[in-house]
């Protein structure tokens, strides 16, 4: 509020000193400039405290406990593009009173996962799991809050932190979809332990809750409520260095570490107006088409973009380099943060068709999934709603993948998926449903990718509309 206020005097005693009344929109265009760099800066922010917040309100799960989908995700779960193909397991953590220990097991037979640790930022810790740090043996990672100094215990890594906050994803591998495989991979995951270093001799019982059935909604809500999420996170964290250029921008939002946000009316419909051009924004940059993956003319991306993964990989500690925009852009349809992306899984993104047309819920597409792609656990594709970036709301299935023993092969190997609002005849199994009032995009996941998927030595076909 400091800038409006500044302006307000200016305006009152600008004729005293022989200037021109300076107009009310100059200040409301420089707040609403302001606001709408605060939702592209903020955005990771926001998708994590949304999350967050769902589960406080919608579960009976709290931070330090583990909330889990006991089955493969349907579209109940609305998160940002998540994977119907794995078992889902969610720990948010905060280390304001000391480190957190996430006690992650060892592969077994038939049973291993896939884990992301990051801070409330997004920012990638570590990966954890049969493709990360540890390399299926499990591990005690120990998650520090800034500054922390001290000598951990033999045995535990350390994953220091420049805030507080933070969650771990942990995906719980499916051998298949069929009931047994499901219950042993829940089985599996509930052997992981969270707790306080401080209780690592003796920790007590991890508490899990399983979320399945309820309406888990954390998509971007793109109203004034945005900057109830962020004000959230600017005051319970700790200011990052390179952050501090947004303090006194935020400031003049009414957002301040230490005071009430309490935006007045006037404010409230700056606001709204600025989050209605921070998300045509953001949409016209990712309707614009991340960068090619497979090809110079590959309708499949990268899921993000190049500098991003860079930088993330590096703890946004480059001399020269800090997307911010393209951050907020990925935070706007994705969530979590791969420390090593395409050691443990790699994604692909596809918004349109090969002849360039967006994706209709009401057209019948197929994609030809070449043979023997160089994966070292599975694949997948799963289709989303264009609009929230969540799993296409009721609808019976959300993906296809290599875990299915019932997908129908064609004779060089190949495998024909199909997206539409009615399964084309014979093809049920193949089959991926869609909305057909809304459009929507694709992602193709390639778990434990091997060399020959980087060298571009198996190619994914472009997605083509048939039956016109």
Aim: proline share 7%; aromatic share 12%.
């Amino acid at each position: 509020m400091k800038f409006i206020v500044l302006l307000s005097l200016l305006l009152v005693g600008g004729a005293a000193f022989g200037a021109e009344r300076i107009p009310q929109q100059i200040a409301d265009r420089e707040i609403g400039r302001k606001a709408v760099q605060a939702v592209i800066w903020g955005m990771p922010a926001v998708n994590y405290d949304l999350m967050r917040q769902e589960m406080l309100s919608k579960t009976p799960g709290k931070v330090g406990q583990v909330i889990y989908w006991g089955r493969p995700l349907d579209w109940r779960n609305q998160t940002l593009t998540p994977n119907p193909d794995a078992l889902y397991f969610m720990v948010f953590f905060t280390t304001r009173d000391g480190p957190v220990v996430l006690d992650l097991p060892p592969a077994e037979a038939g049973a291993s996962f896939n884990g992301n640790i990051v801070n409330a930022w997004q920012l990638p810790l570590e990966d954890a799991g049969l493709l990360g740090l540890d390399k299926g043996k499990g591990g005690r990672y120990v998650v520090l809050p800034p500054g922390y100094a001290e000598k951990l215990p033999e045995g535990f890594i350390p994953l220091p932190s420049e805030v507080f906050g933070g969650y771990m994803l942990f995906r719980s591998n499916l051998k298949s979809h069929d009931d047994a495989d499901v219950r042993a991979s829940i089985d599996y995951g509930k052997k992981m332990k969270v707790y306080p270093l401080s209780a690592a001799a003796d920790p007590p019982e991890t508490v899990f809750t399983d979320v399945k059935d309820i309406l888990f909604d954390s998509t971007i809500k793109w109203d004034a409520g945005f900057f109830e999420n962020l004000n959230r996170v600017v005051q319970e964290e700790p200011w990052i260095v390179r952050d501090r250029v947004m303090i006194d921008q935020l400031a003049s939002l009414g957002i301040e570490k230490g005071k009430p946000y309490q935006p007045d009316g006037h404010m409230k419909a700056l606001m709204t107006s600025a989050i209605e051009e921070g998300r045509a924004l953001l949409e016209a940059k990712y309707g614009a088409g991340l960068p090619p993956f497979f090809s110079e003319t590959s309708r499949w991306t990268f899921p993000t973009y190049p500098d991003l993964i860079q930088a993330g990989s590096r703890g946004f500690d480059e001399e020269n380099a800090y997307p911010v925009d393209h951050r907020g852009v990925t935070y706007s349809y994705a969530y979590i943060g791969i420390k090593r992306l395409g050691a443990g899984q790699f994604y692909s993104i596809s918004i349109r068709d090969r002849d360039g047309n967006a994706f209709d819920g009401a057209g019948t597409y197929r994609l030809n999934v070449p043979p023997d792609v160089p994966v070292q656990q599975y694949w997948s594709v799963t289709a989303y709603d264009r609009e929230t970036h969540a799993l296409i709301r009721n609808v019976a299935r959300a993906s296809r993948s290599s875990q299915i023993p019932e997908l129908q092969k064609n004779a060089d190997g190949s495998i024909d998926l199909y997206f539409g609002p009615k399964a084309p005849e014979g093809q049920e199994a193949n089959w991926v449903p869609t909305d057909p009032k809304r459009n929507f995009e694709l992602m193709f996941r390639a778990y434990g990718p091997t060399k020959d998927f980087f060298d571009r030595k198996w190619v994914l076909s472009d997605v083509v509309k048939v039956g016109e």
